[in-house]
């Protein structure tokens, strides 16, 4: 599988944006689709996942209620909406894909997008 995460870009405090996960070469090890961040100096870690063919939902408390993670079968995209975005929502975020759905473990996660960055300034 391949990924090509964008929609990334600077946004002040209260904005919103929209990322998107273009995937191509789906198999059935791809089950579950996340955005993952991560910011400069912490780990990465799981915001939002979706799974490909169910289109069960996870958020993470940091983005629960500001964010909508959805997927688009004919196009082969899955997309980030962030609303009432906040400083600490700034980071590099990535797609990527997983077997499993539940697991957030990072090493969970077998192929990855090159990253999109988020920058939010207050």
């Known amino acids: 599988v391949q990924l090509q995460a964008s929609g990334g870009g600077s946004v002040q405090a209260g904005g919103s944006l929209r990322l998107s996960c273009a995937l191509s070469?789906?198999?059935?090890?791809?089950?579950?689709i996340g955005w993952f961040r991560q910011a400069p100096g912490k780990e990465r870690e799981l915001v939002a996942s979706?799974?490909?063919?169910?289109?069960?939902?996870y958020y993470a408390d940091s983005m629960k209620g500001r964010s909508t993670i959805s997927r688009d079968g004919a196009m082969n995209t899955v997309d980030l909406q962030m609303d009432s975005l906040k400083s600490g929502d700034t980071a590099i975020y990535y797609c990527a894909t997983s077997a499993t759905p539940g697991l957030h473990s990072v090493s969970n996660w077998h192929s990855w997008g090159q990253g999109t960055l988020v920058t939010v300034s207050s």
């Open positions: 979706i799974t490909w063919r169910v289109g069960k939902r």
């Open positions: 070469g789906l198999t059935v090890s791809d089950n579950v």
